[in-house]
């Protein structure tokens, strides 16, 4: 569908999935778990679960496997995720996860980007940190939108809003990153807390 297309007739997602990492100590270095769960509408129909490397390279692959590899990936419309790096600066490549699943790719944030504040801790701490700031940089500057902060591969503007104001019905994160966040600090620190 082209872009004037779903501007005109904009779709509707109603299978989706929003991944979330657990907490981990400042000190950690290995593998972080991360919990993905599968929403029809604003029903929890399943959790998927996986490991990336902390500051590592290989989130993109890990959720491409976890979604396509799931009983869940060929009826899935949509893939949100709780920012653009997991395990701390693992960060994601958008437009990759996009093209290999097939299906639009929400980035989401409570509070507003602090790219510089990023941009530095990539290039002056982590290795790799060129490569990975240019994939931030590739999906350019993140959007207010309802309430938060995104990013988006494969939707509208229109699109984006119209998801996050069905999703979010218990604040202003939608249901599958809320529902992940909750299970990812329950499971990896005893309770949920925070914000969600």
Do not use: C
């Not at 869940?72 to 996860?97: E, I, T, W």
């Not at 309430?147 to 996050?164: I, N, P």
Request: charged share 20%; glycine share 12%; hydrophobic share 45%.
């Amino acid at each position: 569908m082209s872009r004037s297309s779903r501007e005109a007739h904009p779709r509707t997602f109603s299978h989706i999935v929003g991944f979330d990492d657990f907490p981990f100590a400042r000190d950690h270095r290995g593998d972080v778990s991360i919990v993905g769960t599968i929403y029809s509408g604003l029903r929890l129909e399943g959790v998927v679960s996986g490991k990336v490397q902390r500051d590592g390279v290989n989130a993109t692959r890990v959720l491409i496997e976890l979604v396509r590899d799931s009983k869940f990936g060929a009826h899935l419309q949509l893939v949100m995720l709780q920012g653009v790096a997991l395990a701390g600066f693992n960060v994601v490549d958008v437009p990759r996860l996009h093209a290999a699943l097939g299906v639009p790719v929400l980035v989401v944030s409570r509070h507003a980007p602090r790219p510089a504040a990023m941009r530095r801790a990539l290039l002056e701490r982590i290795p790799g940190g060129g490569a990975k700031w240019a994939r931030v940089e590739r999906l350019g500057p993140m959007e207010p939108l309802a309430g938060v902060h995104v990013q988006r591969v494969g939707l509208s503007l229109r699109e984006a809003e119209a998801v996050l104001r069905s999703t979010a019905v218990n604040g202003t994160i939608p249901e599958p990153l809320r529902t992940a966040h909750l299970i990812a600090g329950g499971l990896g620190a005893g309770q949920s807390r925070g914000r969600t």
